[in-house]
């Protein structure tokens, strides 16, 4: 499984990409087939003084594809909310197969 966290209009700290790093390890508990797992974060509403934090995940298993859009007031709380539906689409797609 290869991992790409891409941060768009701003540079992630160390402490933000252990966390996504950390929760993505958990994926292949609910598929053991994941081919290529990509996390965009993302702020949103520059212009404003309001920024919203977005996390995107894309989960790439063959002859599927997970996306998730997440967004709050934190990344982490957009990444954990958009990591529970990803775990949750996946274990999903992995029960009509089996």
Same mark, same amino acid.
Do not use: M, P, Y
């Given at each position: 499984m $290869?991992?790409?966290?891409q941060s768009v209009r701003f540079d992630a700290d160390e402490k933000l990409i252990e966390h996504v790093n950390k929760k993505i390890a958990k994926l292949s508990t609910y598929?053991?087939?994941?081919?290529? !797992? *990509? !996390?965009f974060l993302k702020l949103d509403n520059v212009v404003h003084t309001i920024k919203d934090k977005v996390a995107e995940i894309k989960v790439t298993i063959p002859k599927n594809e997970v996306f998730v859009k997440s967004s709050s007031k934190s990344f982490e /709380? %957009?990444? *954990?909310?958009?990591? /529970? %539906? !990803?775990? $949750?689409?996946?274990?999903r797609k992995k029960e009509k197969l089996a």
């Open positions: $290869t991992l790409n966290i598929h053991d087939r994941i081919i290529k !797992v *990509d !996390v /709380e %957009s990444f *954990d909310n958009a990591f /529970e %539906s !990803v775990c $949750t689409q996946i274990k």
